[in-house]
């Protein structure tokens, strides 16, 4: 009778799907250390998450500037349209608003500095120009 000595609950017949070395030739098996391996991949994430966040802002940012410039846009346009003006403007061309002594508002071709010191208006609003679609672009004089 021959009897092995090797528990059968301490030998498999498929080596492969072991978690360890088989014997001694077998090539070094390390565990996975999930924490580390999670750490890497959370800050992968968040590095990558908060990359896109900033473009994100980035682009708020810019969106909330141009619908700024927009509604700038529409309320000169507004005050324009309301204004005095004695000629057709024509797209393109650059022309003064100026506020009266009364609170109304004229559209002129004379720039502030060309009036000398004759001033008839209150103050000056702004240099605008008048472009294609019949709003008016606010012009900066210092450049």
Excluded: C
């Excluded at 021959?2 to 077998?26: C, F, M, Q, R, W």
């Excluded at 940012?61 to 927009?70: D, G, P, Y």
């Excluded at 000398?116 to 120009?129: H, I, M, N, T, Y």
């Amino acid at each position: 009778m021959d009897h092995n000595p090797i528990d059968k609950d301490k030998i498999t017949e498929t080596p492969s799907t072991l978690p360890y070395a088989h014997h001694v030739g077998s090539p070094v098996i390390k565990p996975m250390d999930k924490g580390k391996t999670k750490g890497k991949a959370l800050a992968a994430m968040e590095q990558q998450t908060h990359m896109q966040m900033e473009q994100i802002k980035e682009q708020i940012e810019l969106l909330a500037t141009q619908a700024k410039a927009i509604q700038d846009r529409i309320e000169i346009s507004e005050k324009i349209y309301l204004a005095d003006m004695g000629f057709e403007p024509l797209i393109s061309h650059v022309y003064y608003l100026y506020e009266r002594n009364n609170g109304t508002w004229v559209l002129s071709m004379i720039a502030p500095q060309e009036w000398g010191r004759s001033k008839p208006f209150s103050q000056f609003v702004s240099a605008v120009r008048l472009l294609a679609d019949h709003t008016w672009e606010l012009i900066d004089l210092d450049n």
